[in-house]
């Protein structure tokens, strides 16, 4: 049976009445819902006015008319519904109306699907969809867009100044211009969030200029970080994500950037304020505020780095003032010193920590800061000579430092962490080897394990090549005690050599040790019978060492017989052969002694000052004064006593400080000689900048070389023919092979 062709008007008839009663259900009408059997008619009908022969094959009309009826009902309903509303009530309508529109959108699509299937399809035609919504975009939204965005960010303003708004209807009108997009967000960027940024950035610029005025540092910061809060929270509740960036970024351009300098340097509140008042929690706001923008906090770094060399400075001042003004000098003042750096370190590296949770440039700013007070003199004392002594204090006996084995280990920690600072370590490495010589062969160490342990952090720190040696000189100590043990069971097994007294000798490898005076002291007999049996045990065991005998290192116990009571004197070899000379003189002169002893006029002199005109007078001297001379003469004093029965003589000290420094000089020398070959001998060429510069780099993880010491060392090995001039060009220097 052949079917009845439906011409263009009554079909379009019939689906008139379909879309009127659809509207009439859209404006809430009375109008009972489409039934399936209403339904399928209207799709039917569409599907049978485009599959009929031609010329009855309507689809292109069809086509056209579904767009007509969209901008019908638009320009007979939905805009006049619109402009005579305003404000918060024409958004209503507006979402209202979006929403019918995609309804009236979807019914449609689904009557006229046909012409989507094959129609849209065959001629590559935009969809009935988007021809439905382009309608509402050309026809509603580009006329009301300007109204509804001033609206909204009116009613953002509200919120802002704390009114309560209708949040649900803002997400919905927003909505509408990314949704009006159709998967492009140019609507939502250009028609609103463009001009909503602009408004925030005016916004929060004339609070910011007000608040700056009135509120101290911490307040501001307050106020700005729950602004910011605010605003991440306007995102998440209706503006659109990728709005959240550029609104973050104006906010704090606003409160932070524009007025960073002002907010940082308030005079009783700013950066400087909360680091002096300890405001542990600003200081965290401050870095949570500031870290997220782009160099926001080198500002911040800058002044902590200021402040804490400010702090430091001032402990050195003092330190070097109290030092100047104590007759004494006993060094107690720079012990202090050393631990309230410490202390200030600590302090602020908990800062860095928790406040600025651990970021690179305040780990750069406390290092620079450190390296300007740690490297300043104190009464004449250099930072690294400070901190060795330090450390001896910690480690000998009887140091002032009274402390438990953790407490001993998290000190050295942090004396080790200081010396990073310094840039003269080697200074310090010499300083510190004196000491531990000291430490180790006078039996003045408390802990060996503490001893191995600042090794192991200074190794840590500085290289092997730092430690090398000190780790050789305790080393050595415990061969010589095993060497002491055989050396006793050798005189139990050597009846004959006897040297008729108590002996220990400590055997040390020369390279390890500082270096010492070795003089040809003149021993008295019965010392020199020990150098002899000693020398005897010490070439059974070697041939090829020799044996150099260090006097100045030795001490002695000799026993003094006084007329009250024998005391039993603790003494320096020197000390020790000086006494025994009274054994077979009652009386002996300067030049006696000194002629006796080999010794120089330098050592005597403190040698005699020790034994006649310090605190115990062993010996009394003619002319009774307080200070020796070449012409004075010596008698044991055997009516000296004392209520001890045993005593230590010391000597007077000598300034090591000196040697310690020529030692060092000396040793720079070498190291720049040696800085030098090295770069030359890979180099082979090298202009004079460049050579001074590498030459730097590599030396100054040890100590800062200066560059005219430099210069020297270029001209001395141009002299021994290790590198030549250029003849053209005398600032270039080539290697020698």
């Known amino acids: 049976m052949e079917r009845k062709t439906i011409d263009l008007d009554q079909g379009w008839d019939y689906m008139h009445k379909g879309i009127t009663k659809l509207k009439k259900i859209l404006e809430g009408l009375p109008e009972p819902q489409f039934s399936s059997e209403e339904y399928m008619m209207l799709y039917t009908t569409i599907y049978n006015m485009c599959t009929q022969k031609p010329p009855h094959d309507y689809s292109q009309q069809l086509y056209d008319k579904y767009k007509e009826a969209f901008e019908e009902y638009i320009n007979s309903t939905v805009l006049p519904s619109l402009t005579e509303k305003h404000d918060e009530f024409m958004l209503r309508e507006l979402v ?274 450190f390296e300007v007070f740690c490297n300043k003199t104190v009464a004449g004392s250099s930072s690294a000579e400070l901190l060795a002594t330090f450390c001896d204090n910690i480690l000998k006996k009887g140091g002032s430092e009274k402390l438990s084995d953790e407490a001993i280990e998290d000190m050295l920690e942090k004396v080790v962490k200081l010396l990073a600072y310094i840039s003269d370590k080697d ?48 080393t050595d100590l415990t061969l010589a005690r095993d060497n002491q043990t055989n050396f006793e069971e050798y005189l139990c097994s050597n009846p004959d050599a006897n040297p008729g007294m108590d002996l220990t000798v400590t055997v040390l490898t020369t390279g390890f040790w500082p270096s010492y005076k070795s003089f040809d002291l003149n021993l008295p ?59 077979t003189a009652d009386k002996l002169s300067y030049q006696e002694i000194m002629t006796q002893l080999n010794l120089t006029h330098e050592d005597l002199v403190r040698l005699l000052h020790s034994l006649s005109c310090a605190k115990y007078k062993i010996l009394t001297k003619e002319p009774n004064t307080k200070t020796i001379s070449q012409n004075d003469s010596f008698e044991f004093n055997s009516k000296f006593t004392d209520r001890m029965r045993r005593i230590k003589i010391p000597l007077p000290p000598v300034d090591e400080r000196r040697k310690v420094i020529e030692d060092v000089d000396k040793d720079r020398r070498y190291a720049i000689d040696a800085a030098i070959v090295r770069i030359m001998k890979s180099r082979k060429v090298l202009g004079h900048q460049q050579l001074v510069l590498e030459c730097v780099e590599q030396l100054g993880r040890m100590f800062k070389p200066d560059i005219k010491a430099i210069k020297k060392r270029i001209e001395d090995l141009i002299t021994r023919d290790y590198l030549e001039r250029d003849k053209e060009n005398p600032n270039m220097f080539r290697y020698l092979a």
């Open 96 to 369: 209202k109306r979006w929403g019918n529109h995609k309804v009236m959108v979807r019914w449609l699509s689904r009557f006229f699907h046909y012409l989507d299937r094959y129609f849209i399809a065959r001629r590559s035609l935009p969809a009935l969809n988007v021809v439905g919504l382009t309608c509402f975009r050309e026809l509603v939204y580009n006329v009301v867009n300007a109204n509804a965005r001033v609206a909204v960010i009116a009613l953002i303003e509200k919120e802002r100044e704390g009114e309560q708004i209708d949040r649900a209807l803002l997400k919905n009108v927003l909505d509408i211009f990314v949704e009006i997009g159709m998967g492009q967000m140019d609507c939502y960027e250009q028609d609103f969030e463009v001009h909503m940024l602009e408004d925030s950035a005016a916004y929060y610029s004339r609070k910011a200029a007000t608040w700056i005025l009135e509120d101290s540092c911490p307040d501001y910061m307050l106020k700005a970080e729950e602004c910011l809060k605010r605003e991440r929270e306007r995102v998440s509740h209706y503006l659109h994500s990728s709005s959240e960036q550029k609104l973050v970024e104006k906010v704090q351009n606003e409160l932070l950037v524009v007025y960073e300098t002002q907010l940082l340097e308030k005079e009783h509140s700013g950066c400087r304020a909360l680091l002096r008042d300890d405001m542990v929690e600003d200081l965290s706001r401050m870095y949570r505020l500031y870290h997220k923008i782009p160099r926001g906090l080198e500002p911040v770094a800058n002044i902590f780095k200021q402040h804490i060399t400010a702090e430091g400075t001032a402990l050195v001042q003092q330190a070097d003032e109290a030092t100047n003004q104590a007759a004494n000098g006993s060094g107690l003042q720079e012990q202090v010193l050393v631990r309230k750096i410490i202390e200030l370190h600590d302090k602020y590296m908990a800062y860095v920590n928790d406040c600025f949770t651990n970021h690179t440039l305040f780990h750069k700013a406390l290092k620079e800061a």
């Open 427 to 474: 200074l310090y490495a010499e300083f510190y080897r004196k000491k531990l010589a000291r430490r180790l062969l006078f039996d003045r160490s408390a802990n060996e394990d503490h001893e191995k342990s600042i090794l192991t952090k200074l190794k840590q720190q500085c290289g092997g090549q730092f430690t090398s040696k000190m780790e050789g000189m305790v």
């Open 525 to 583: 007999a019965e010392m020199v019978k020990c150098v002899e049996v000693f020398k005897g045990f010490y070439e059974t065991k070697t041939k090829h060492r020799k044996l150099t005998w260090i006097y100045s290192l030795g001490t002695c116990n000799i026993n003094g017989k006084f007329e009250p009571k024998t005391i039993e004197l603790i003494v320096s070899t020197y000390q020790a052969a000086a006494l025994l000379l009274f054994n």
